[in-house]
């Protein structure tokens, strides 16, 4: 009976066993419900196939998604106190740092790296709104102008991906002094005379976009992302009436003038190169005109041949008559 101790009953215990399934396999659309695979739905740019819904990125994975090959340069970013107002809600403002850090993998909610953006030079920022909303704290704030700053250096275009809930209420009025100190930034672009596009991703509201992300020469929009400064339903509350049906998304509010265009995600990095080159005025290169066929060029010399002939017909008989 050891054969059933030792092989069978272990066999059947295991098939019983419940297995340990990762919870992030699948991804449910938010808008449809749909069941996406997480391989699928990273393969499309996490866009949702069907519903055509724009989920949350990671910053790296847009930076590899916008530059040329995926190839880009992080640049360094100031390094800033961690805890200047000694914050403490639920809790401490370090443990929640080093939690998002450990979340995310970065220092803070802004990246900034340079690189090739369809063979053009290019800076641009990222938030991730994984890192505690995308706040705009004194980090995101110096990570910011560092940006700019790499771009009047570079003499590069600036493209901002925005996306926070606003100012970081954990430090108070440091976060608060970022809205003007990155404006200035804005203004040191347009005296070098660099373009500065915006990108509005789901959700854009706060402070940042009351600063920087409204500031922009050309404002573009992911479909159906959340930008305005105080949430619908706060609004709402307020003026104590119900809003539009698409109040704050993007379809919205470029009919109503507050952004130039509504772009698909796949689109995002050809749409921005054709802008900056339009506004950098660099030159475009035709494509060669096609060689024509045998038969194209056949057909017009058998017509001149044919225009040519009763002419020359006319003027030999006019020769003959001339000679009788």
């Not at 509504?262 to 060689?291: G, N, Q, S, Y």
Request: with cysteine; net charge negative.
């Amino acid at each position: 009976m050891n054969w059933i101790n030792n092989l069978v009953r272990p066999k059947i215990r295991n098939l019983l066993q419940k297995r340990d399934v990762p919870e992030n396999l699948w991804i449910k659309c938010p808008e449809t419900g749909e069941m996406v695979f997480h391989r699928d739905l990273e393969a499309n740019q996490w866009v949702v196939p069907k519903s055509g819904v724009h989920m949350r990125i990671p910053g790296r994975k847009r930076l590899e998604l916008f530059f040329d090959d995926g190839a880009f340069e992080l640049v360094k970013t100031p390094e800033v106190t961690q805890d200047p107002l000694k914050f403490r809600d639920e809790k401490r403002y370090t443990d929640r740092l080093r939690d998002a850090r450990a979340k995310t993998g970065q220092e803070d909610a802004v990246l900034v790296a340079t690189g090739a953006l369809k063979g053009m030079p290019m800076t641009a920022a990222v938030q991730d709104f994984a890192f505690m909303g995308g706040s705009l704290g004194m980090a995101a704030g110096e990570a910011v102008l560092a940006g700019m700053e790499a771009a009047v250096a570079r003499k590069t275009p600036f493209v901002m991906f925005a996306a926070s809930g606003g100012a970081r209420m954990q430090e108070g009025i440091l976060s608060l002094m970022q809205m003007p100190r990155t404006t200035v930034g804005v203004q040191m672009l347009r005296e070098a005379g660099l373009p500065y596009i915006v990108v509005l991703t789901n959700p854009t509201t706060g402070g940042v976009t009351a600063s920087y992300a409204m500031l922009g020469d050309v404002h573009m929009a992911e479909p159906g992302a959340l930008i305005g400064f105080a949430g619908p339903r706060v609004i709402e509350q307020t003026i104590r009436e119900k809003l539009p049906e698409g109040f704050q998304r993007s379809e919205y509010l470029h009919d109503h003038g507050m952004v130039d265009m509504v772009v698909h995600r796949h689109d995002l990095p050809e749409t921005v190169a054709r802008v900056c080159a339009l506004l950098m005025k660099t030159p475009v290169t035709a494509p060669e005109p096609a060689e024509l066929d045998d038969t194209e060029t056949a057909a017009p010399e058998t017509e001149a041949e044919a225009a040519t002939s009763p002419t020359e017909g006319a003027a030999e008989g006019g020769k003959a008559s001339s000679a009788a």
